[in-house]
């Protein structure tokens, strides 16, 4: 049973625009939902963060919008640049460990 | 402090054999994490200690798993009587307990190959 999910297992957009990842989560129970951006044989990078009392944090290029009625939430990238092609996951923070999506594998076109 | 080192970065082992990774997280730290990734998904959590005590082992964890974490430092994770199918990348992730906002530190993680 997934509790954590990332429909869409790749995105193309291109450079200079807006990239959107979405995520959706079963467990109302979660109290943080994270990004993280992982470059091949590398482990994941903390991206950003938002709380479950939130519905909105950003950090620079990077927002994350938290729609709790809908159990939804985005990574938006603006504006998207090379270096940000990866693969990104969406992950809760509950029960003392961190759940992860399977990943969305975003590229930037040029 | 140079992050969470996982060593060795890939090991290639004939099934039925034992093999033993380690991850030294960062010092601070009082949690670490072991998680698997396989192709195609994202990590699985395997298990958790906070200082030297382990606190929650999956499902996913069969016997032939064991994890590690002496005096409350670095950590190992032993898997005996290897199976094609434990073929992964083993990634190893550290953080304060207290702070669930700013994720966890992962190493690079250690990739075993099952021949």
């Known amino acids: 049973d997934q509790q954590v999910k990332q429909n869409s297992p790749s995105l193309s957009v291109q450079e200079g625009r807006i990239s959107i990842l979405n995520c959706d989560y079963t467990n109302s129970m979660f109290d943080y939902f994270l990004w993280y951006k992982k470059y091949p044989a590398e482990g994941p990078t903390f991206l950003i963060s938002i709380s479950s009392i939130k519905d909105k944090n950003e950090d620079g290029r990077f927002t994350v919008f938290l729609n709790k009625s809908a159990k939804h939430l985005s990574l938006h990238i603006v504006p998207s640049q090379p270096g940000d092609s990866a693969v990104y996951f969406c992950?809760?923070?509950?029960?003392?460990?961190?759940?992860f999506g399977k990943g969305t594998r975003l590229h930037i076109l040029p | 402090d140079t992050g969470v080192s996982q060593n060795p970065r890939h090991k290639i082992t004939k099934r039925g054999q034992n093999v033993t990774f380690r991850c030294d997280p960062i010092?601070?730290?009082?949690?670490l994490y072991w998680y698997r990734q396989t192709l195609g998904q994202g990590p699985e959590f395997l298990t958790y200690?906070?200082?030297?005590?382990?606190?929650?082992k999956s499902r996913l964890l069969s016997d032939r798993f064991s994890a590690e974490r002496p005096k409350g430092s670095f950590s190992t994770l032993e898997i005996q009587r290897t199976e094609q199918g434990d073929s992964a990348m083993y990634l190893c992730a550290s953080s304060l307990a207290a702070d669930r906002g700013s994720g966890y530190t992962f190493g690079s993680g250690t990739r075993l190959t099952v021949v």
């Open positions: 010092s601070e730290h009082n949690r």
């Open positions: 992950a809760a923070n509950g029960d003392d460990k961190i759940i």
């Open positions: 200690f906070q200082n030297e005590a382990q606190l929650e």
